[in-house]
Nanobody
Framework: QVQLVESGGGLVQAGGSLRLSCAAS????????MGWFRQAPGKEREFVVT????????YYADSVKGRFTISRDNAKNTVYLQMNSLKPEDTAVYYC?????????????WGQGTQVTVSS
């Protein structure tokens, strides 16, 4: 089992940047694929990006490709999401998730979420 805590959300102007962090508990962090998802008001939660356990492979949603970068530090049990060139449509609650399988859906473990608001 793994517990996840996100941080780094906030209010930023369009074109700006934010870096989200997700700290994981447990000694098996390096065995989990990690993902970021987001949910905007009135919309379903959507996949943003995932990274495999070693960090050697990533997969991005088209909507964030070229603007967002996921990375992980297995020594620190932490995954990051660097968000650049932010747009108002990126406004959402961002969730960190962990899963035994490297995939874009059906993650087993979730954080509580952190709000990201992009003003125009």
């Amino acid at each position: 089992q793994v517990q996840l805590v996100e941080s780094g959300g906030g209010l930023v102007q369009a074109g700006g940047s934010l870096r989200l962090s997700c700290a994981a508990s447990g000694r098996t962090f390096s065995s989990y694929a990690m993902g970021w998802f987001r949910q905007a008001p009135g919309k379903e939660r959507e996949f943003v990006v995932t990274i495999n356990p070693s960090g050697s492979s990533t997969y991005y949603a088209d909507s964030v490709k070229g603007r967002f970068t996921i990375s992980r530090d297995n020594a620190k049990n932490t995954v990051y999401l660097q968000m650049n060139s932010l747009k108002p449509e990126d406004t959402a609650v961002y969730y960190c998730a962990a899963n035994e399988v490297y995939t874009t859906r059906n993650y087993h473990y979730w954080g509580q979420g952190t709000q990201v608001t992009v003003s125009s």
